[in-house]
């Protein structure tokens, strides 16, 4: 499934929650449906800038992907389990966004998606930023990236909607 395929289903799932359901914190330590979209766009954007960065470089990296970043681009996309980053990396996301708002920064991120999927086979593939856990990703990689992120969180969308189905 394509990123903005991805995306568009989480923006168009937006219309089906009342304000209440997107705050919703279901029991500690999990994140309502709000914080989830919260933390969709803000590692997209993140992701892009790096798009971003790729494109902008002049200086070539001989440097490539761990070994973790190696299989994760070798099986299209992340396992089918919940990943807890480390504590100092997991704060958690803004949970007072309002529909209007995570509608509108989504399609930011769709637009940007576009833009970068547009050049991103024009930019020098040897033109890399570091990814703490996956090492060294051009432009390409860092847009699939985009796209694996947010089809993994896909499975977290319908976990956050069956506790929503369980508490009515």
Not at 10 to 22: A, C, H, I, T, V
């Amino acid at each position: 499934m394509n990123g903005k395929k991805v995306l568009f289903i989480f923006k168009n799932g937006l219309r089906k929650y009342s304000p209440e359901q997107l705050r919703h914190i279901p029991r500690e330590g999990v994140w309502s449906i709000g914080q989830m979209y919260d933390h969709i766009i803000l590692v997209a954007h993140e992701y892009l800038d790096n798009v971003q960065i790729c494109a902008a470089s002049t200086e070539g990296q001989p440097l490539g992907k761990t070994p973790a970043g190696e299989q994760l681009f070798k099986d299209g996309g992340f396992p089918p389990i919940k990943i807890r980053l480390p504590d100092e990396m997991n704060g958690p996301p803004n949970n007072s966004a309002s529909k209007e708002d995570l509608e509108t920064r989504m399609e930011e991120v769709m637009d940007r998606l576009d833009h970068w999927e547009l050049k991103a086979s024009t930019i020098n593939p040897d033109y890399k930023v570091k990814h703490g856990g996956f090492g060294w990703l051009n432009a390409e990689e860092w847009l699939e990236l985009v796209k694996m992120h947010s089809r993994h969180h896909l499975r977290q969308k319908e976990e956050l909607e069956r506790y929503l189905k369980m508490e009515t």
